[in-house]
């Protein structure tokens, strides 16, 4: 059972390139995240989705786009990279009931000079 | 509104010693609390949870954590530290409703010495 999947595992962009993550999950999770994990930080939630169709926007949104078109896939795009943006990106999947953990993958290490 | 307070940011241990990680929250409703481990260069695992059967909740590799509602309290426990147990470590609430409403805490590195 592959879990949450993400890919590139790193990446080295210039400043005003664009790209995206991508993130996939074979548990058939309603819920999917985005956060970023800057250096001895916790996580902040970027973005979310309930469901195939259905995204909002978390703590720190800026600068990023997300679509939900199925269930097991939730991109997330960086349209203009900025230095800002060098982190460390969590994608994570969970059940419907909040009493159920978040699933998440390995991370995609991100660095924009 | 939901709060999490990680109150150490560094713990540090001698292998074979207890570990304490301490964790308060806040919360307008019974809420779900987990603690996550981060190993370097890694996702986060789950570690235990706690959803409002029994208050001691026992998770892997031998930690667990009591839930003190009086005291608003999650702390994490380990009888005997490993130098695997090096990692970082989030306490997280959750309430009824998921989606936004789960809030992570700002993590605290436990360091273990040989």
């Known amino acids: 059972n592959a879990g949450v999947t993400q890919t590139p595992k790193f990446r080295i962009l210039k400043i005003g390139q664009s790209m995206t993550l991508q993130c996939t999950q074979d548990?058939?999770?309603?819920?999917m995240y985005w956060y970023r994990q800057d250096p001895g930080m916790g996580l902040k939630l970027i973005y979310y989705s309930v469901g195939a169709g259905i995204t909002d926007k978390g703590e720190v949104p800026n600068g990023y786009n997300v679509s939900r078109s199925t269930t097991e896939d939730f991109p997330l795009r960086l349209e203009l990279a900025a230095p800002s943006q060098t982190s460390v990106y969590f994608c994570a999947s969970q059940d419907r009931n909040s009493n159920q953990p978040q699933h998440f993958g390995d991370g995609t290490r991100l660095s924009i000079l | 509104a939901q709060s999490v307070t990680q109150l150490d940011s560094h713990v540090s241990v001698s292998e074979g010693t207890p570990v304490l990680l301490r964790c308060n929250y806040s919360?307008?409703?019974?809420?779900?609390l987990f603690w996550y481990v981060q190993h370097p260069n890694k996702g986060l695992q789950l570690l235990l949870k706690y959803t409002s059967a029994a208050t001691l909740v026992k998770g892997i590799n031998g930690f667990e954590a009591e839930f003190k509602k009086s005291e608003t309290s999650f702390h994490l426990t380990k009888p005997s530290a490993h130098m695997s147990d090096a990692a970082e470590y989030f306490c997280v609430v959750s309430e009824e409703g998921g989606g936004f409403k789960t809030i992570f805490g700002a993590g605290t590195r436990l360091f273990v010495k040989a």
């Open positions: 548990m058939n999770h309603n819920y």
């Open positions: 919360s307008s409703y019974s809420p779900s």
